[in-house]
C-alpha cells in the first residue's frame, strides 16, 4: 500500500489535465484501497502479501471443513498458493478430498497448496526443538516457511537437561539468520540459546508438560523473562507465528 | 520422640511392680509429650529440633519487633541458640539493642545467636546464585547452614546467559552433599545443574525480575517444571527453607 | 564428566610426547564429551546416568506409541535398562507387544525393563499418600525407586483428616532416609510429617480434588507455604521427580 | 421484619373495621418496611439487627475519618453501640478524640462503643491463631464476639508444624460452640481441627506469609479444599466475618 | 475421644491397684487410640463420628469402582450406614449390582445404604438453590442431610434476577436452623439472603455459568466478598461439604 | 411493578370506603407482586419483560433436554414466545420433535417460538463480527435480537489484520443505533470501532483462539482496557448478552 | 468523519470542472482526514468528539504534572473545554495554579473546565453506588456525565445487604435513560438492578474490598456473570468509562 | 566463540609439532573459554558482545547503588561502554556522582558511558509508542538503541483511538528495518501496525493501565494473541529487550 497522498496527487493531476474522468478516477482510487473478496462467512484480504509481507493464512480450528475448504479454493486462485493451520482431522480430510494437490501434514496439522514451479530458497532459518514432544509446533513452523519459500535447518531433542547436545551444534545454528527456538515444561532453552548466539531468537513455548505448566504458561512466563538479552516470544504453540515473524526478518534483509 | 507405645508398657511395668506411683507415672507420661514454653504472644516448640532436625526459627516479618526480641530470647534460653528471618528493620535493630552478642547480617535481614564455642561443621553444601540480585536470599541459605554448623560453598553470578561461567565451577559444585540454586527472572539455572550433577538440587526462586515475572511465579513454575529430573523447589524467596531442606539430607547422612 | 581441563591437560602431554597422535588426541577429547544416541525424533543422552545419577527416562505422554517404543528400546540396548512414565493406553499396548519382558503397571501408567539381575537395594525411601485417590501418584514414585534399586515402604490412606492414622506409623516413616509425601486436596499432610520427622521431606501435590483446587494448585501452593522447616516440592502429580530427588539423595549417601 | 403479608391483612382488617384511617394504615405500613436513617455519603440500615441478627458494622478502610466519625455517631445513638473494623490509623485517633468513652484496639483496628451495663455473655466461641503473626486478625474475630456478648477463649501459636501443642488444648476446644480458626502460610489447621472435633469449625485464612502465599491465597485454597468435612470459609483476615457467622449460630441456638 | 491425660490416670491408678495388668492396661490404652478398619488401598476410620459429628464418607471421584464397593461395604459394616459422593456412571452401576439396599440418586451422583429404622428427623436445613441448573449441587446437600437424619426444605429457581420468588418464600427461610444457599453465575443470592435472615447462611457456589465464571470461581470470589456479614462458604459444587457444616450446626444445637 | 406505595395506598381507601373487602384487597395486594408460575424444577418469572424490558429466557446449558422442553412450553404458554440459548445437541433435537413450529440454529444452537405475526422491527443494530470463527457467537446476538423484533445488520471478517476491511463499511456502521463488536483473539476491534463511531459499542469477547488466549480472557480484558472511552463489555461468548443490552437501549429510544 | 468516497467524488468533480486545483484539492481531502494538534510528548485528537461522540480526555495518571498542564490547556483551546482523570495530588496542585477557572473534585481526582455559558442538559441518568467506599467512582461518572452536560441523578449507599434501600428508590431509578450502578466486594447491585428496570445497566466494578476481591477481580467477574440479562460492564473504578457510554446512549437517543 | 572443536585441532597440531608447550596450549585452550572478570557480588561476562551480539548490561533493579557504579565501571574499562537500566533513584544519583562522562536519562531510568567518537548509525528501526504515559519505555529502547549505534526514529501518541494518527505515519514506519511498538492498557497497536507493514515487529506491552489492565497483562495477552501474522512480544515494560532484539535483525543484515 503506496502512501494515499502521493497515489490522491498524481490522480488528482491527472483528472486536471483532462487525462482522466472524475468516474475512472474513483475507479483507480478505489483500486488503491486495499482489495478483498467475499466467500459465504468470509472476507479475503488478497493484498496482505503486499502490505504485511505474508499472505492471508487459514486459521482452521474454529472453521467448519466446509467453510476452511471454500476460503483455501478461493486463496489459493487468487494468490497462487494457500496455507491452513491447526486443522481438525476432519478438515485434513476434506482438503485432501477436494483440493487437488494439496499437501497435508499429519503431524502439525497443516495443508499447503503451492504452484508446481518454485524458486530457489531465500536465506535460513534455524529451527530447534527442546523435546521429542515440542515436534508438532516445530513442524509447524518449518512447514510456513517452506511456504514462504524459505531455506530451513533443523535441531531437535535438544533440550537442556543435556546441554551438551546443543552445545555440539553451535556452529550450524550460528550461521542461520534466526533461530526459532520451540520448548515446553520450563522453556529454558531459548535462555541458554540467547546467551550464545548473535542473531535473532524467537521463543515458542509449548503445551507440553503437565500439573503447574498450566498448558504452557511456565514456558511462556519462562521466555518472556528470559535473561538472555533480545530474545522474543510468541504465543503458545505458535508455531506459524514464529516461522512468519522468521520471514519478516528475511523480508527486511531482502528488502 | 520415641514410640508412644514403648514409652507407655516400660511406665506401667514400673506402675504394676510398683516402681512407680501414678503420680510420679504421669509426670513421667507427661515428659514424653514434646515440650512448649509460653511467652506472650508464642508457645515456644523447644523439643522441634529433637524432632524434626532443626531447632524453631522466628518469621520476624509479621511480628513486632517486641514479640521478636521476647521470642528470640526465649529461644536463645531455651535452646542455647535462636535464629531470627526477614527481621524488619527495625526488628534488627531492637535485637542489636536488647540481645547481647547477636550478629546482624543486614543483606538477608536475618539475625543469630551462637554460642562461642563451635563443634566442626558437618558435610558441605554448594550454595549459587544466578545473578547479583539474587544474592540476599543465598544469603540468607547460607546463614542459616551456618546456624547449623554445616559446611558452605559458595557460587554467585553464575546465571545461564553466560553458561561458561557455571561450567568453569562444575568440579566445585560436584563435590558437595547438595546444591542450593537460587534464581530469578525465568529461573533456568537448576534445569541446568539438575542435568551435570547427580547429588540434590534444591531450587530457590527468587521475585528478581519485573512485568511478567510476577514477584517469582515465572521462576517458580519453570523450576516446577524443570526437564531435569529429580529437581525440588522450595517457596519464592525461601533460603531459609532451602537450607533447612538441605539439613535434613546432612542428618539423614550422618544418622 | 571428569573436569575438562584436566582431561585436555592429560591428553595434551601426551601429544606433546609423541604418545598420541593429534588425530587420535581429538577422538579421545571427542570421547570426554558427553555421548548421544540418535533414533528417529531423538536424541538419547546416554551419559545421563553418569552425569546426573538417574538415566534418561521418557515423558511418553506427548509421544507417539511408535517413538516411545523406538526410544525405549535404544536405551534399554544403551543402559541395559528402561522406564516410561505417563503412558497413555495405547503407548502401553504397544510396549508390551513389542518390548520382550516389559513389566506394565497400569495404575501409574509406567512401563520398565530391567536386567533379570538386580544388586540388593540401596537406602530406604517411605512412600506416603494421603487418600485411595492419590495412590496412582505414590506408585508412580514407587516404581520409579524400584527401577534405581532404592527400597521402598508405603504407608496408604493417612491424610490429616483422621490424624491417628500417621501418628501410629511415625516410627517406620522416622527410620527412613527419606520421605516421599503424596497429597491432593489442601495437601496438608507435609506440613503434619516434615514438624514430626527428621529426614528430608519430600511433597508431591496431586490433582485429586474438585472446584477450588484447580486441579492440584491448591495443594502445590500448600506445600510451598509449608510452616514446616525445609519440605521440597515437585510438580503435580510428579512422583517420578519426587522419586529421583530421593534417589540423588541415596546417591549422595553413598558418595 | 414479620412476613408482609400477615402484617398487610392485620392492619387491612383494622381499616376495615374503622379503627385505622387510611393515612395511620400508611404510616403503620411504612413502619413494617425496614428502617433507614441517612447521614451524609451513607444510608444508615438501622434495622439490621432484627432482620440479620447483627447490627450494622462500619468498613473504615475505604472511608475518610470523618465519614467514620458521623457514621459511628449516628449508629450508637441509633442502636446503642457501635463497632467500626479495619480502621486506618488517623480514623482510630479520629475516634478516640471524637466519640465519648470509645475503645480503640490498636491491633486489630477497632472501634467499639458499648454500653455501660452488659448482661451475661451467650454461649462460648474458640478463636484458635496457628501462629503469632496470625494474631490481629484473631483479635478482630474476638473483638467483634464480644462486642455482640458472646464469651470467648483463645487458644494462640497452636500451628501444625507442632501438631502437640494443639492436641493438648482439645478439651477446651470440643467444649465450644464453635470454633473459629484463623492460619496463614498452608493454612493446614482448619483441617486437622475439623477431623478432631463435632462442633463447627469457621476458617479464616490470613495474608501472613510471603511468595507463593500470595496473599493468602494459598492458605484460602487449603481451606476451601480441606479433607475435613464440614469446614466453612470466609475472606482472607476476615475475623469480623467469622465471629458474625458464629454469632448467627449462637442466635440458631438461641432461638 | 476424652482427654488422653484422664484416661491415662485412670488406668495407672487400676494398674498400681493391682485391678489390672501391664498387659491388659496397654489393650485399654490403645483401645483409647482412634479405630480404623483396613481394606485394600484404604484405611477406614471408623472413629470418625465420634470425633468429628460425622461419619467417614466416600469421596468416589478418584477410585475406582471396585475401590469404590469395598469402602462402602466396609464402612457400612462398620457404622450401620454409608454415602458415596461424586460417583462416576460406572461406580453407580457397580453399588447398584452389588449393595443390597442401595439407594441411587443419578442427578446428585451420589449412593446412600441406611438401617431400615429411621429416627425422627433432628432440626431443620432451608436448602435454597438460584437455579434449574443448580439443582444437582442441592440434590447433594438434601441427600447428605437424609443421611445424617436432618429435616431439610427446598427452594428452587429463586436467583436474583427475579427477588420477588425469594421474597415470598423468607417466612420458611426464616424458620430454618441455617440456610444453604447454592448458586452459580456471579453468586449473588446468599448476599441477598443474608441480608434478610438471621439464621446461619452457607453459601455453596456452582460452576454453572461459562466464560468468565471460569468453573465457578465468579460465584466463589462473590460469595467470599459478600457484604453481607456472616456468611461462610464452601468448595465449588461441595453440596457434601456445606451439609456437614449445617449438620455441625445441629449437632452443637442437641449438645 | 408500580410504586409498592403508591398501590397499598389506592387499595387503602378503597377499603376504608367499603368498596373493596379485606380479602379482596389482599387479593389486590397480591396481584401486584410480580407473577411466577411454576413447573417441575423451576419458577418461571412471567412479569420478567414487564419489569426488565425482556421476557425470561432459557439457559439450557445445564438443563436437561426434558427441563428445557418444559420450560420452553411454558414460557411459550405464558408469553407467547419462548427463546433457549445454549442448547446442547439432544436439547435442540427434543425441542425440534416436541415443540411444534420452533425454529433452530444449528450454528449458534439456539432456538425460538415467535408468533406468527410479527411487528414492524424496531431500530436497528450492527453487529460485527472479527473473524469466521466468530460467526457462532454473532449469529447469537443476532437470532436475540431478531425474538425481540429489532432489526439488524451484519459485518462479518472485519478483524484489525486488514483494517480496510471496517474502514470500507464505515457508513453502514454509523448508522445503527448501537453496534455489537464480537472478536476473539486480542479483540482489539471494538477499540478501532469505538474511535471511530459515537454510538454505544458492545464488545463480545469470543474465546476463539489458543495458548495465550486463554478461553477469551485475553480478548476479555483487551476490551476491558479499551483506550476508546465508552466501550462496555458483556462475558466471554456471551451474544445474548450483548443483544439484550442493546434491546435495553431501543427500550430507552421508544420510551 | 463522512466517508472518505463521497468526499474524493464531490472533490474530483470539481477538479475536473477546473473549480479546483490539485493542490487545492489536495489541501481539501487532507481537511478531510482528522484533524490532529501536536503538543511535546502527545498529538491531540481534536477531531474525537465529531467521530466518536465525546472529546479527547486525559487519563493522568501516567502523566507528568507539566504533561498534563500543556496537554489540558491544548485541549481546552482547541475544544473549548477540558476533562482530566485520575490526576495525582501534583497535577491537581499544578493545574489548580496554571489553569484559570478550572474546577478540582477531590474524591474523584478529576479536573474540569467549561465554557461558562451551559446549555440544558440532556436526558437524565440514574449514577447509584452500593456504598460509601465507592463514592470516588461514581464521582468520577457524574464529573464526567456533568461534563458533558447529561443530567444525573444519584442514589448511594443502596448494596444489597439492605436491600430495602434500593426497592424504595425504584420509582427514580426506572425513570432514568440509563442505570450506573458502582459496587465493590461481590458485585452484586447490577444483577439486583438488572432485574428490576428495563433500561440499560452499565456496571462498574470497584476496586473497594480486601482479600479475596483481589482489587476488584470478584466484583468485575461477579458483574459480567450476572444472571440478569443484558448487563454490561465496563473497567474496575472505571467511572469515566460508564459516563461515556451513557453518553452514547444520549448521542444515540438524540441522533 | 568459534567451534571449539577446530580450536582445539588447530593447537593440537601445534603442540604435536612443537610450537606449543601443553602449559602454553593449555593457556591457548583456556583463552578459548568465554572470559570473566571478577568484581565483589559479580562475575562479568566480557565476551558476551563477541558470543551474543550485545555486550553485558546491568539490571540495577535489584542492586545496590555501590553495586552497580562498581560494576559499571568495570564493564566500561573492559568493553569501552556501559549501560544500566531500571536504575532506582539512588543509583542514577551515584552513578552520576562516581561515572565521569556518564549520560543520564531521568525518563527511562537509564546510565550511559560511550566513546567519545562514534561511528556512523547501522540501520534504522522505528520505535512507536502508544501514547504519552507509555514514553519512558519508549525512551529505554531509544537509548538502548543508541548505545549500540543504531538509527532511531520515533512516532508517539499514535494509539488505535484514533487510527489515523498511525495511518499518516505509514510510509516512515515502513522504511524502517524494524519496528518497536510501545502499547498499555489493551495493547492493540501493534496488531494494526502488524496488518499495515511487511518488517519485523516487536511489541513491547506496558504497565500504562490500571483495574483489568494487571499491570500489563491485559496487553501483553493482547499482542501474543494479536492476529496480525508474526508479531513477536518481550516481556513488560522491557524497552531494553525490544531494542536489543532489534539489534539482533540489524546483526543479522550485516552479518
Redesign the interface.
Given at each position: 500500500?503506496k502512501?494515499?497522498?502521493t497515489a490522491?496527487?498524481t490522480i488528482?493531476?491527472a483528472?486536471?489535465a483532462?487525462r482522466l474522468?472524475?468516474a475512472a478516477?474513483?475507479g483507480e482510487?478505489?483500486r488503491r484501497?486495499?482489495g478483498?473478496v467475499s466467500v459465504p462467512?468470509?472476507?479475503l484480504?488478497v493484498?496482505?502479501e503486499a502490505?504485511?509481507?505474508?499472505p492471508?493464512?487459514i486459521?482452521a480450528?474454529?472453521?467448519t471443513p466446509e467453510?476452511t475448504v471454500a476460503?483455501f479454493q478461493a486463496l489459493k486462485k487468487a494468490n497462487g498458493r494457500a496455507l491452513a493451520t491447526?486443522c481438525p482431522a476432519e478438515t485434513l480430510e476434506a482438503l485432501r478430498k477436494k483440493v487437488r494437490g494439496v499437501r497435508i501434514d499429519e503431524r502439525s496439522r497443516t495443508a499447503v497448496s503451492l504452484p508446481s514451479r518454485k524458486p530457489a530458497p531465500r536465506g535460513c532459518i534455524a529451527v530447534l526443538a527442546?523435546?521429542?514432544?515440542?515436534?508438532p509446533v516445530a513442524d509447524e513452523a518449518a512447514v510456513t516457511l517452506e511456504f514462504a519459500n524459505v531455506g530451513v535447518v533443523r535441531c531437535?531433542?535438544?533440550?537442556?537437561?543435556?546441554?551438551?547436545?546443543l552445545?555440539?551444534r553451535?556452529?550450524t545454528v550460528r550461521k542461520a539468520?534466526?533461530v526459532i527456538v520451540v520448548a515446553?515444561?520450563?522453556?529454558?532453552l531459548p535462555?541458554?540459546v540467547?546467551?550464545?548466539?548473535?542473531?535473532?531468537?524467537?521463543a515458542v513455548?509449548t503445551?507440553?508438560?503437565?500439573?503447574?505448566?498450566?498448558?504452557?504458561?511456565?514456558?511462556?512466563?519462562?521466555?518472556?523473562?528470559?535473561?538472555?538479552?533480545?530474545?522474543?516470544?510468541?504465543?503458545?504453540?505458535?508455531g506459524?507465528?514464529?516461522?512468519?515473524?522468521?520471514?519478516?526478518?528475511i523480508?527486511?534483509?531482502n528488502?
Open positions: 500500500m502512501s494515499p497522498e490522491m496527487k488528482l493531476e483528472v486536471s483532462g474522468t472524475p478516477a474513483l482510487l478505489r484501497l486495499p478483498e462467512d468470509a472476507l484480504d493484498d496482505r502490505r504485511s509481507g505474508f492471508e493464512a486459521y480450528a474454529g472453521k467453510q476460503i491447526r527442546a523435546g521429542t514432544s515440542d515436534l531437535s531433542d535438544v533440550g537442556v537437561a543435556g546441554i551438551h547436545r552445545l555440539g553451535l556452529d539468520d534466526a515446553g515444561m520450563e522453556g529454558a535462555s541458554v540467547g546467551g550464545l548466539v548473535a542473531v535473532p531468537v524467537i513455548p503445551s507440553v508438560g503437565y500439573g503447574a505448566s498450566f498448558g504452557g504458561i511456565a514456558a511462556l512466563l519462562g521466555m518472556l523473562n528470559s535473561c538472555a538479552a533480545g530474545v522474543t516470544v510468541v504465543n503458545i504453540d505458535n506459524f507465528g514464529a516461522a512468519v515473524a522468521a520471514i519478516r526478518m523480508n527486511g534483509r528488502a
